[in-house]
C-alpha cells in the first residue's frame, strides 16, 4: 500500500483530546476517541494483513446490526474534518438506508457531503464498488452482512480458524467444484470467494461478479466492516484478488447480451432488471448506480437536466 | 537387504490420563490390564515398534481395546502420543520424527504424505459431498486447479476402485457400505501416497460385500507398491494383505513374525489363544 | 559348515511347540534334523504321519521357526545364508524367489482367476507381467486347466483344480529350492501324471526339490534320494530302491 495512506491511518490513530468542532453537540464522528483508536488498531492490522478478519470490539450504533453498523463504525472511525462522504445502497445515493446513514455521518462531523465520486473521499456502500475510477484519494468502505467466506463449508468456528491460519481451502475448491458439476456453471454470483494477497481467502460482501475485478490491483483503501459479525478486513491498494477458479473455467462477470439501461443506454455499467409492473407492462434494465446513471444522460442530453 | 522403509515407528507410546511412567509397571499383558491400578491411567500403547517396506503390508492385530487402533490414530496424527518417534522416508528423507512437527505441518502430510482409510467412512469423507467432490477435496488440497483434469482423475481412481461411474456425481450419503468404503479407498489413494493406514477396512460390512472390499485393496496393494499398515482383529484380514504382522494385547506388542508363522506357530500364549479362537 | 556344491544344508535342528493353552504343554517336533540337498536333487521325504515331514518344510520356509540348529541356503547370487537368522523382512522377499513351497491348499487369495493368480505370481518374483501371463498360460495348459475356466474365480473350482493351480503359481518361475507339501494329493490320475511330469522337468532344470508325497508311487518315479523320517529324526537316506524296500519292510511287519 502507499505510505502516505497507511500514514493517514496512522495519524489518525493518534490521541486526539479535543476533536469536536465548537458547532457539533457531539463529538467528532459520534465515536469517543477510544472507540475509534480500537476500530483504528483492527484497521491497521488488516491492512497490514491483507484478507485476515480482525475481531474488533462492535459498538452499538444509532443503527441496527445488520444496517450498515460495521461501515459506519469505520467510516466514524476514520473520517476526518478534511473529507467528503458519499454513502450508496445498492449503488443508489437515494436508498433510505443511505440518506440515514449520511446524514448521520455529516452531522456528527459536520464535513461535506457529494454523490460524486470525483469529489468524494470516504465512499460508504453496501453491495456496489461506484462505476467511476477510483484511486489513491478515496477509501472504500464496505457493510458486510457475513464476512467469512468458509460459513457455507464449515460452522465451528475452531475449525474455520485454522482453515484461515493453514490456508487449507480445499473445502471451498470442492464446494465450488459441486456448484459446476451441479449446475454446469459456478452459479455464485455475489460476495465471490477471492485469494487476497495469494494467502487468505475474503468474501467479496455481497457485491456482485461485476465488480470483484475492480478490486485487483486497486488505488483505493478498501475496508470491510460487518458489525454484527465483530470482523474488520482490508484490501490495501497494489493488492492481488484473485476470484477462486478453476484454471479451465474462467470467472466471469454478470453481462446479459443486448440489456440497456433505460434511463442512459447504457450497456457497459452494471444493470439491474426492472420487474414488469401492470402500469409500466413488460420489465426492463436500468444502471445500478444512480450518480453515474445521471452523469451519464447529462454528458448525452447537456440541456436536460435531471429526468424525473 | 531391506533397510528401505517408507514407514518407521519406535517406542510409541500413549497414556491417557496422568502420565506417571510408574502405570507401566502395573499394566501390559503378564499383568492382564491396561489401567494402572497405581496412578488410574489408561496405557493404551506403549513400546510401540515396527517399519514397513514400500510394497508392504504390515498387520496389527488384536482385541478391541489392544491398542492396535490407538497406534494408527497416534501415527496418523488423531491423537496426540505421549511418547516415541515415527519417521516417513517422504519427510525430510525421513530424518525427522513426525510426532516433533507443529500441528499445522503435521496435518499436511496428510494430503500427499500419508492416507488414513477409517472403519467408518463418514470418518473419511463428507457424506453430504458427492464421490468426485470428496476426491476433489482431496486434489484440490494438493493443489490441482483443472476443473476438467480434477474430473478425469476423480473418475480414474473411482474406476479403479470398482465405484460405477455413472454415481460419481451422487451424494456418498445415498452410498452403501461397500460403496462408501470404496469411494474412501479412491480418496486415499488420490495423491499417491507413499503410505497408507488401513483401520479395520472391511469391518462393520456384510460378509460378500467385505469380500469383494479386501480382493480390491489386496490388489490396490499389490499395483502402487504402497507401504500400508493394516489394522484388524480378523486374521482372515490380516492373512490375505499382509505378508508380516505384530500381535497387540493390553497396549504392548507381544509377538511379532511372519504373519503364516504366527498363524501357524503363534508362540505368546496371547497369540496362541487368538489364533485358537480364529480357528475354533 | 556346508560344502559349496549344496543348495541346502540343515544341522541339527530342532522344533518344539509350547502349548500354552494346554498348560504349556511341549511337544518335539524335530529333534535334531541334519540334511543336505545338490542343485537338480530331488529329495523325497518318507515316514509315517507325525514323522515330521510337513514340518520340516515348514522350519525351512519358517511357516514355523525353528526352535535351534542351522538351514543354510545358497542363493542364486551365490551367497549362502542361515534362514533361521535373517529378519522377516528378508525371508520374505527370498520366498517365491529363492525359495518356493507349494502346499496342499491354496492359500486365501482374493477372488481371481487362475490365470491371473499364476501370473500375479510371477509379477512377484520379478518377472515381466508379460512374460508371466505367457508362462501361466503354458503352465495351466500343461495341467489341464480348461481355458474357459482361465478367468473363473478360483474360490469355485474344485479341490483338484484349486491344487494344480497352486501348483503352477509355486512353479512359474525356477527357485534354488523347491519345497513341495503333498501338492497332489487331491488329483484323479490323469491330472497326477500331468503335475508329476512338471515336476520331473523342475529337477532336470537344476531345482532342488524337497517334497513329501502321500503315495510311495510318485516317490519311486521322482525322487533321485528318499529320506526317512521317523519321530522328528530322520533315520536312513539314500537310493530309493533301498529306502523304500525299508519302508515297505517296515509296512509289512
Given amino acids: ?308 | ?280 | 559348515m556346508s560344502t559349496h556344491e549344496h543348495i541346502l544344508s540343515c544341522r541339527g535342528l530342532t522344533k518344539d511347540f509350547v502349548l500354552h493353552t494346554i498348560d504349556g504343554r511341549r511337544v518335539e517336533a524335530l529333534r535334531g534334523v541334519d540334511l543336505d540337498i545338490l542343485p537338480g536333487e530331488h529329495v523325497a521325504l518318507a515316514g509315517s504321519s507325525g514323522a515330521g515331514k510337513s514340518s520340516l518344510l515348514k522350519c525351512i520356509y519358517r511357516t514355523y521357526e525353528p526352535t535351534s540348529g542351522s538351514v543354510v541356503l545358497r542363493l542364486r547370487s551365490g551367497a549362502e545364508v542361515d534362514l533361521p537368522s535373517l529378519s522377516d523382512q528378508e525371508m520374505a522377499h527370498l520366498r517365491g524367489r529363492d525359495i518356493g513351497y507349494v502346499s496342499q491348499f491354496l492359500r486365501a487369495e482374493p477372488r481371481r482367476g487362475p490365470l491371473d493368480i499364476v501370473t500375479r505370481a510371477g509379477v512377484s518374483r520379478g518377472m515381466d507381467r508379460a512374460t508371466a501371463r505367457d508362462a501361466a498360460a503354458v503352465s495351466l495348459k500343461r495341467l489341464n486347466i480348461e481355458e474357459k475356466l482361465w478367468d473363473v474365480h478360483a474360490s469355485v473350482l474344485s479341490g483338484g483344480e484349486k491344487q494344480r493351480i497352486n501348483l503352477a503359481a509355486g512353479t512359474i518361475s525356477s527357485p534354488q529350492l523347491l519345497l513341495l507339501d503333498e501338492p497332489v494329493s487331491a488329483l484323479d490320475p490323469a491330472n497326477r501324471e500331468a503335475a508329476l511330469e512338471l515336476i520331473g522337468d523342475l529337477t532336470s532344470q537344476g531345482v532342488a526339490v524337497l517334497a513329501v508325497f502321500h503315495d510311495i508311487e510318485a516317490m519311486e518315479r521322482l525322487a533321485s534320494r528318499i529320506v526317512l523320517m521317523r519321530n522328528g529324526r530322520v533315520e536312513m537316506s539314500g537310493n530309493p530302491d533301498l529306502v523304500l524296500e525299508v519302508l515297505t519292510q517296515g509296512a509289512r511287519v
Avoid at chain 1, 173 to 200: A, F, M, Q
Avoid at chain 2, 7 to 28: C, M, N, P, Q
Avoid at chain 2, 120 to 139: F, M, S, Y
Fill in chain 2, 1 to 280: 537387504m531391506n533397510n528401505d522403509w517408507a514407514l518407521k515407528v519406535a517406542s510409541l507410546g500413549k497414556i491417557h490420563g496422568i502420565t506417571d511412567l510408574r502405570a507401566l509397571e502395573d499394566t501390559g499383558p503378564d499383568i492382564g490390564t491396561a489401567k494402572s491400578a497405581l496412578t488410574g491411567s489408561i496405557v493404551a500403547a506403549w513400546d510401540v515398534g515396527f517399519e514397513v517396506a514400500p510394497g508392504e503390508a504390515l498387520g496389527v492385530i488384536g482385541e478391541s481395546g489392544s491398542g492396535k487402533s490407538t497406534v494408527m490414530r497416534c501415527i496418523a496424527g488423531d491423537q496426540s502420543s505421549t511418547a516415541g518417534e515415527v519417521y516417513l522416508r517422504s519427510v525430510d528423507n525421513g530424518r525427522t520424527n513426525v510426532l516433533d512437527l507443529d500441528p499445522s505441518s503435521r496435518r499436511r502430510l496428510r494430503v500427499a504424505d500419508l492416507a488414513v482409510v477409517y472403519q467408518d467412512p463418514a470418518e473419511g469423507l463428507r457424506l453430504n459431498v458427492t464421490a468426485g467432490g470428496n476426491i476433489a477435496e482431496a486434489l484440490t488440497a494438493a493443489g490441482w486447479r483443472h476443473f476438467g483434469r480434477i474430473r478425469d482423475r476423480a473418475a480414474e481412481l473411482l474406476e479403479r476402485t470398482e465405484v460405477p461411474l455413472s454415481r460419481m456425481d451422487d451424494l456418498v450419503g445415498t452410498f452403501s457400505g461397500g460403496m462408501r468404503q470404496r469411494v474412501q479407498l479412491a480418496k486415499a489413494l488420490a495423491n499417491e501416497p507413499p503410505v497408507v493406514l488401513l483401520d479395520e477396512p472391511t469391518t462393520g460390512l456384510d460378509a460378500s460385500v467385505a469380500a469383494g472390499v479386501l480382493d480390491l485393496i489386496r490388489n490396490l496393494l499389490e499395483e502402487t507398491g504402497v507401504a500400508a499398515v493394516v489394522v484388524s482383529h480378523d486374521f482372515a484380514v490380516i492373512e490375505m494383505l499382509t505378508t508380516r504382522c505384530v500381535v497387540m494385547n493390553h497396549g504392548r506388542i507381544v509377538e511379532a513374525g511372519l504373519t503364516d508363522r504366527l498363524l501357524e506357530d503363534p508362540h505368546h500364549p496371547y497369540s496362541q489363544r487368538l489364533v485358537g479362537a480364529a480357528r475354533a
Fill in chain 1, 1 to 308: 500500500m502507499s505510505t502516505p495512506l497507511l500514514q493517514q491511518v496512522i495519524d489518525r490513530s493518534a490521541p486526539i483530546d479535543d476533536a469536536s468542532p465548537a458547532d457539533l453537540d457531539v463529538n467528532f464522528g459520534l465515536l469517543d476517541e477510544y472507540s475509534k483508536r480500537e476500530i483504528r488498531r483492527a484497521i491497521l492490522t488488516a491492512v497490514a494483513v491483507p484478507g485476515y478478519q480482525v475481531p474488533f470490539g462492535s459498538r452499538e450504533m444509532p443503527v441496527a446490526r445488520g444496517w450498515g453498523s460495521g461501515g459506519l463504525q469505520i467510516s466514524l472511525a476514520v473520517v476526518g474534518p478534511d473529507d467528503v462522504v458519499k454513502v450508496i445502497d445498492q449503488g443508489d445515493d437515494e436508498g433510505v438506508n443511505a440518506v440515514n446513514l449520511r446524514r448521520l455521518i455529516v452531522s456528527s462531523t459536520g464535513i461535506p457531503e457529494s454523490t460524486t465520486p470525483e469529489d468524494s473521499t470516504l465512499i460508504q456502500t453496501r453491495h456496489r464498488i461506484p462505476e467511476d475510477p477510483l484511486d489513491e484519494r478515496h477509501t472504500l468502505i464496505l457493510q458486510v452482512p457475513v464476512p467469512e467466506p468458509l460459513r457455507g463449508v464449515e460452522r465451528d468456528m475452531r475449525e474455520l480458524a485454522r482453515m484461515h491460519a493453514e490456508a487449507d481451502y480445499a473445502r471451498m475448491w470442492v464446494s465450488l467444484y459441486e456448484d459446476k458439476v451441479r449446475n454446469g456453471v459456478i452459479t455464485r454470483t455475489t460476495g465471490y470467494p477471492c485469494l487476497v494477497h495469494g494467502r487468505y481467502v475474503i468474501a467479496t460482501t455481497p457485491i456482485p461478479r461485476w465488480d470483484v475485478p475492480r478490486l485487483h490491483q486497486s488505488r483505493f483503501l478498501s475496508l470491510f466492516g460487518a458489525g454484527r459479525e465483530k470482523r474488520i478486513y482490508a484490501v490495501p491498494p497494489h493488492t492481488d484478488v484473485e476470484p477462486l477458479t478453476f484454471e479451465d473455467v474462467p470467472f466471469e462477470v454478470e453481462i446479459t447480451p443486448g440489456a440497456q439501461c433505460r434511463s442512459c443506454g447504457s450497456s457497459e455499467s452494471f444493470l439491474v432488471e426492472v420487474p414488469a409492473t401492470a402500469a409500466e407492462g413488460g420489465g426492463h434494465w436500468v444502471c445500478s448506480d444512480s450518480d453515474w446513471c445521471r452523469r451519464n444522460r447529462q454528458r448525452q442530453h447537456p440541456s436536460n437536466g435531471v429526468e424525473p
